[in-house]
DNA sequence: CAGTGGTCTAGACCACGGG
DNA sequence: CCGTGGTCTAGACCACTGC
């Protein structure tokens, strides 16, 4: 933990303990770095994540005001979607299971080898898992990872998070996501796992995550019931 | 535009240009700073910008490693959204219509004084426009915004661009906005205007966007036509 | 005008990855 | 071990806001 990064905990603390209430000002830079004894550039990185987060809006000349939030109940925490939908159910104090549907090792396909930049000779994991939510079919996640760089699976990891394994055990860190959203009819798969009926809609997210390393490791499509699930994000800037 | 923006605008360029290629390492923060004649601080914040963005991944003890882009060919650029429609189409040289369907001022309903801030006495616009694309119909948008945040809305601004109306001429600065997206079904509205089939399925954002001053502007209900447009995101973090 | 945040510097120390 | 990027400092200048 860096000391922006606990300085901006502190006062994100604060504004939801009303010690600075919304819609008010917060103290100027200056004082902030005198109060917890850093150098300004300091406060400014701490203020910059509450921007991102959505918490303060800094205008230069006028000061930093504090923001009515609009998502005060929900988790926005910059690591948002990297530790996968195991652990955001788990703060919601919600059950989730994982059945496996299929899971096979192959070699990749053309559009899957440019996806996750591979040789044909490389192969592929191809996983189906139901995400079952409060024992509601949630998601259906059609999920594509290249066998060299996520060793080891097994159906006790698919069961539980991929993405912790990814992340602790193998020791890997995410760099990001490109996201494609769509709205979709329910294919055979969805009718028969998500249990929706043929003329229902269904949210499906393409996704290509990255290593900090550069490699693409996970190719997938999440197809959301259109009545369980919507995506949501909060996307503020400086 | 600062050191940093431009020198990170050299970098990419140098990317595109492949006289850094993809799959190596950029020159050392240290280096590049004697080249820009800046201090590292700004390199660093110069290369902050070009992980945001997608076109390389830093690793701490090892180096900057520019990647291969899932975007070369679109619009990445950090203001993204907030440009409005009217000037992504432009920039792909695509041609945008808008046909106003409807253009009221009103009192705002108990959601929408939620949503805005509002208080039931304060009067808002109520705007339905269907944007037309190379002439085939893409979005029907349902907005409203306040009439004392954005005064004189006139007919010719809404065929043009409101974003450029209020960056512009009003000299607002957005601040960022909240999304939620939807798969739903289409309603009657739809399939008037966007000439969906009943059972098609419709791609709906919800979003309310936020100035600096800390004051929702804007609640709209985009339905877009799924089988014309999703929605992208890149999503990287340090 | 005084006060604010945004940027920038020239250093410094540290954590980490690789040989 | 060395070289890397991440952080941090104590200042400085500037652009902008509101009065």
Known sequence: MTKYESIAAVIKQRIQD?????????????????????????I????????MEGFVSSQRGFGTKILNH??????VSPVNEYRGLSFQMAEQHRQIKSQ?????????????????MLTPQQP???????????????ILEHTIMPVDLIPNLTDDILKESIYHYIQFDLGLQIAGAYRNIQATRADE???KYL????TDPVLEVEQVAY???????????SRNRFDKRGYTELDMRN
């Open 18 to 42: 009303n010690v600075y209430q919304t819609g008010t000002l917060l103290p100027n830079q200056s004082d902030l770095a005198s109060e917890f004894g850093v150098s300004r550039m300091t």
């Open 44 to 51: 400014n990185k701490a203020i910059n994540i509450l921007t």
């Open 70 to 75: 609009p998502l005060w109940n929900k988790d």
């Open 100 to 116: 496996i549907i299929s899971f096979e090792v192959a070699f990749p396909e053309k559009k899957i080898q440019e996806r996750l």
């Open 124 to 138: 592929v994991y191809q996983i189906v898992r139901l995400r079952i939510v409060d024992d509601d079919p949630f």
């Open 189 to 191: 798969f969805d009718i």
């Open 195 to 198: 249990q929706c009926q043929p």
């Open 211 to 221: 290593l900090k390393n550069g490699r693409p490791f996970e190719y997938s499509h």
